[in-house]
């Protein structure tokens, strides 16, 4: 499917690594953050589908957008500099990318209250453990660092972030 979106610009496997990790990394965050404020304040676990679909579809627009205008800004400062041939990637083609790794992986905090389990934070806990870990470790793919080192590096980074999701929520949750 990629190849039919991008024909013959995905000359490289790796050449828009950096759009799949950004995208597929704030996707996760993103949605998690909001799962995450949610347990911490103690509210109504209902809320987290509707707030967490309502970010994930939102902030996907701005994702995609804000990588087109990053590369395109990035040509035309090459072009400024009379450097033409150093154009990079299409920024379509980066916007594009951005915008499906946001959509995909953004979606792996949600899959235990779709799935209507019991303890739904504490699977979504794990699921975005394994999320994180797995874009992480996939980066290794196309680089020759150890896939433990990438998926840590990720979780670590994940978790952090969604940690401080979660302090927010609970140190804010007396305000709802």
Known sequence: MIELLFGDELNEAGGYIAEVIYGANDGIV???AVVAGVAG?????????????????????????????????????????????ERGKPPRYTAV?????????????????????????????????????????SRTLVTNRRWYAGGGEMLVVGMFAAGVAFATGNALGGLA
Do not use: C
């Open 30 to 32: 993103t949605t998690f």
């Open 97 to 137: 990318v951005t915008f499906l790794a946001f959509i995909v992986a953004g979606w792996a905090p949600l899959f235990p209250y779709a799935l209507g389990l019991t303890s739904t934070f504490r699977f979504s806990v794990v699921v975005t453990a394994v999320a994180f870990f797995a874009v992480g470790a």
């Open 41 to 85: 304040a103690a509210l109504d676990t209902a809320i987290v589908p509707i707030l967490s679909v309502a970010n994930l579809l939102a902030d996907r627009f701005p994702m995609g957008t804000s990588n087109y205008l990053g590369q395109r800004s990035e040509r035309d400062y090459q072009v400024a500099q009379d450097n033409a041939t």
